[in-house]
């Protein structure tokens, strides 16, 4: 069971937008600690997507946003892709010096 | 360019050991922690612990402490982790990546490639 809680699946169609949440709790996400989203495409080591709540690190698209507020946050993805398709993972640290993952999305564009 | 190059891929009997290297290149290694994470079949990323380059200090999540030792070697910018008692249940791929506070803040910016381990009889 991760600490850090996603949605199994969302999907959508190309062009549209898509969200993908990341629900913690008072001892991570909602203590301060930033959430940063990877992408991983099949058959490859993950890719920093978000860092800090809402950096794109150089090179990915601006189509590609986080935000934060609480013990959740959101990443969302706007003008679908078909190379979109892939499984997203948020992250952050925990009061327990931990830093534990969202269990992972997988991205479907129909 | 920076990378972290892992060791090959091993296939270890239940109750073995295994150690997975990581060598780092294109920057200066004993200025940025370097974690590693796991990846079972199918199943979605684990973080195992974190070790400074620079003392060698380390923090292991709770669930691996005792049968985790993560080490470094700075005259060849590499840092190691060593899975000891292996069950099948540790079969996975085992990725060190580095953690770019300069920059990035915690995020984990540069992946290995990725090293799988077989557990099996």
């Known amino acids: 069971q991760s600490v850090l809680t996603q949605p199994p699946s969302v999907s959508g169609a190309p062009g549209q937008r898509v969200t993908i949440s990341c629900t913690g709790s008072?001892?991570?996400?909602?203590?301060?600690?930033?959430v940063h989203w990877y992408q991983q495409l099949p058959g490859t080591a993950p890719k920093l997507l978000i860092y800090g709540n809402s950096n794109r690190p150089s090179g990915v698209p601006d189509r590609f946003s986080g935000s934060k507020s609480g013990t959740s946050a959101s990443l969302a993805i706007t003008g679908l892709q078909a190379e979109d398709e892939a499984d997203y993972y948020c992250?952050?640290?925990?009061?327990?010096?931990?830093?534990?993952f969202g269990g992972g999305t997988k991205l479907t564009v129909l | 360019q920076v990378q972290l190059v892992q060791s090959g891929a091993e296939v270890k009997k239940p109750g073995a050991s295994v150690k997975v290297s990581c060598k780092a290149s294109g920057y200066t290694f004993t200025s940025y922690y370097m974690h590693w994470v796991r990846q079972a079949p199918g199943q979605g990323l684990e973080w195992m612990g974190i070790i400074n380059p620079s003392g060698g200090s380390t923090s292991y999540a709770q669930k691996f402490q005792g049968r985790v030792t993560m080490t470094r070697d700075t005259s060849t910018s590499t840092v190691y982790m060593e899975l000891s008692s292996l069950r099948s249940e540790d079969t996975a791929v085992y990725y060190c990546?580095?953690?770019?506070?300069?920059?990035?803040?915690?995020?984990?910016?540069?992946w290995g490639q990725g090293t799988m381990v077989t557990v099996s009889s």
């Open positions: 008072s001892s991570n996400i909602g203590a301060g600690y930033d």
């Open positions: 992250q952050s640290y925990d009061s327990s010096l931990s830093a534990p």
């Open positions: 990546a580095r953690e770019d506070s300069s920059v990035t803040g915690d995020a984990f910016d540069i």
